[in-house]
């Protein structure tokens, strides 16, 4: 079992920044796969990035590549989503997952309670 805890969000211009941070606890976090993903209303969740436990290999969206910036610290059980160049599209509840490496959100058995991202125009 793996307890995840989301933080960062919060409301920013667009073109700012943006660092959400989720932590893991329970089982060995470093042996786990983890993504971000993200719903926004009345849309479904999608995926955001992933990055792999064998080699930290990062994964992302076509909507966030060039923006956004995954990485996982072991020592710490946490990982990070670092958001730049925000658009008012991002905006949405942001959440972290944990299992076997995936990009749809069926794949993922452990989930965040999501962070809310508002970005303005």
């Known amino acids: 079992q793996v307890q995840l805890v989301e933080s960062g969000g919060g409301l920013v211009q667009a073109g700012g920044s943006l660092r959400l941070s989720c932590a893991a606890s329970g089982r060995t976090f470093s042996m786990y796969a983890m993504a971000w993903f993200r719903q926004a209303p009345g849309k479904e969740r999608e995926f955001v990035a992933a990055?792999?436990?064998?080699?930290?290999?990062?994964y992302y969206a076509d909507s966030v590549k060039g923006r956004f910036t995954m990485s996982r610290d072991n020592a710490k059980n946490t990982v990070y989503l670092q958001m730049n160049s925000l658009k008012p599209e991002d905006t949405a509840v942001y959440y972290c997952?944990?299992?076997?490496?995936?990009?749809?959100?069926?794949?993922?058995?452990?989930w965040g309670q999501g962070t809310q991202v508002t970005v303005s125009s």
């Open positions: 990055i792999s436990w064998t080699d930290s290999s990062t």
């Open positions: 997952a944990a299992d076997t490496l995936g990009y749809r959100s069926y794949e993922y058995d452990y």
